[in-house]
């Protein structure tokens, strides 16, 4: 079922294609396309398309290769028409997001824009000279986080401060969203209400928000603040929107660590993710301390990629381990690098760049497994 | 249009169900059809939905020229810039409007002249 709804998404990206990219697309095995999660467009190079923790080069032919002299080589005309269709023919309609970097589009897709930047005065107004596109193919996993839940429920009406840690790439986002559709909507599984949710989505990533309309399920009592900066729509929603958990992708400056303590202090819970390869990673970072630890978060979800598939770990505050999934089983659809069966593909996986567990991230020290009862040396 | 950050195929909507229309609407109607198959670029949508409107539009050729260069720089640039486009093109239309009051002008006193000329030479003739 998550294939075809890939595979779809993929029919729906190809409609904005320049007409020789499209060719090239429809002609991909779709048993491969499926697992598809990035398409990177650049301007006389090669097609490249991105799987989970590898990428290779795509032929005309619509086959997959290791060797970018065989690839689709993509012309300059063909990533200025690309950018057009993206805005739709209406550069000044999307005008904001391009001076972001990125364009949403209906459905929920996010395309990357690179190019020459052009200032007016300190402030980046937009890009002129496209040289290339990446176009991400999110995924709304519904489900993924229901075996996680429960380790951060508090009670019928209440969740646990968590934050979501991994590299990118690994899944954070995806996870984040189910989390916050569990949340809003109410689990029967999990004996939990359901709380009203408000999503500072500052990147258009978590809601993926089309002309105002959240284009994936985030939940009945959810209230998206798009494209506002992580700071100031805490803010906000505290103000106006009186949410029992706020939902943030990505922090990363130490204003964002302030933002979280001012929800603490207003009695929001807070979910959110952070690029880190674990705990002690992210504690070092100037102003996260006085996240981690006593009075921080109570929860941790720790995401990562070993050989293609994807692990998931969950600790509490003093590092006991609650959870631990070695082969996550999100739906179908993210094993599928195992399901194509190619030897490249294997090959590919093996040199992953998302291996942070096999490079051997730090460990934390006396984390212990709970459910087993006994002590871990070695990191999550 | 610019303002509210539509785009233009849903300004052409708007602008084809609103007051503004007239004997635009079909142009207008055309144009946000065309852009939105996402087939054709907004100039050659414009231009398209010209040649197909063209006839039932009180236009000379000269007036459909104009309009047909303007649909080429639609969409493809900024805010500040559409504005640009949009001032320039707002400026071209007066100095055609201000022309064809002239020529009106002239056409009307010419009429005039030779409404009195007929008048006086069939006064003429009948005498």
């Known amino acids: 079922m998550e294939k075809v709804r890939h595979l779809h998404a993929l029919d729906r990206i190809s409609s904005y294609l320049p007409d020789r990219l499209k060719r090239v697309v429809s002609r991909m095995d779709p048993g491969k396309a499926a697992g598809l999660e990035e398409l990177r467009i650049n301007a006389e190079m090669p097609l490249v398309g991105v799987f989970s923790g590898f990428d290779c080069f795509i032929a005309a032919d619509g086959s997959f290769t290791c060797r970018h002299d065989q690839a689709f080589r993509v012309g300059r005309e063909e990533v200025e028409e690309l950018f057009y269709r993206l805005c739709e023919h209406s550069v000044y309609a999307y005008q904001d997001d391009i001076a972001r970097g990125f364009l949403t589009l209906k459905g929920g897709y996010r395309a990357g824009i690179c190019g020459k930047a052009v200032y007016q005065g300190q402030t980046l107004k937009g890009f002129k000279d496209i040289s290339s596109i990446c176009i991400r193919i999110p995924r709304e996993l519904k489900g993924c986080a229901e075996p996680i839940f429960p380790f951060i429920r508090a009670g019928r009406h209440d969740i646990c401060n968590t934050l979501v840690i991994s590299p990118p790439r690994c899944g954070k986002t995806t996870l984040l969203r189910d989390l916050c559709r569990i949340i809003s909507t109410g689990s029967e599984a999990a004996d939990f209400a359901g709380l009203r949710t408000v999503i500072v989505d500052e990147r258009s990533e978590i809601a993926a928000c089309y002309r105002g309309v959240p284009q994936n399920d985030c939940g009945p009592r959810t209230d998206v603040l798009d494209g506002c900066r992580k700071a100031e729509g805490i803010e906000m929603a505290l103000r106006g929107l009186s949410p029992a958990v706020i939902v943030v992708d990505e922090l990363g400056t130490g204003q964002d660590a302030e933002s979280i303590k001012m929800a603490w202090n207003a009695g929001a819970r807070i979910v959110a993710t952070a690029h880190a390869y674990d705990i002690n990673d992210l504690r070092e970072r100037l102003g996260f301390g006085i996240l981690i630890g006593e009075g921080g978060f109570e929860r941790y979800i720790v995401l990562g990629i070993r050989n293609g598939s994807r692990w998931v770990k969950v600790s509490d505050a003093y590092g006991n381990r609650l959870y631990s999934d070695q082969a996550f089983r999100m739906p179908d659809g993210v094993f599928r690098v195992h399901s194509h069966g190619a030897e490249m593909f294997r090959e590919a996986e093996s040199q992953a760049a998302c291996t942070s567990e096999v490079q051997g991230h730090p460990a934390v020290p006396g984390e212990r497994d709970v459910r087993n009862g006994e002590t871990v040396e070695q990191g999550f | ?127």
């Not at chain 2, 100095?95 to 069939?122: I, V």
Request: aromatic residues 6%.
């Open chain 2, 1 to 127: 249009m610019c303002v509210m950050g539509k785009p233009l195929n849903k300004a052409f909507e708007s602008l084809g169900k609103g007051n503004y229309g007239g004997v635009w609407v079909p142009l207008f109607n055309r144009s946000g059809s065309l852009l939105q198959e996402q087939i054709l670029d907004a100039g050659n949508a414009w231009r398209i939905a010209l040649e197909e409107t063209a006839a039932a539009l009180p236009l000379a050729q000269e007036d459909i020229d104009l309009l047909r260069d303007f649909g080429e720089l639609l969409g493809k640039s900024d805010r500040d810039m559409q504005h640009a486009v949009l001032a320039m093109e707002k400026e071209k239309v007066s100095a055609l409007e201000r022309k064809a009051k002239e020529e009106a002008e002239t056409t009307g006193k010419l009429y005039r002249n030779l409404g009195a000329l007929l008048g006086a030479a069939a006064v003429i003739l009948l005498i």
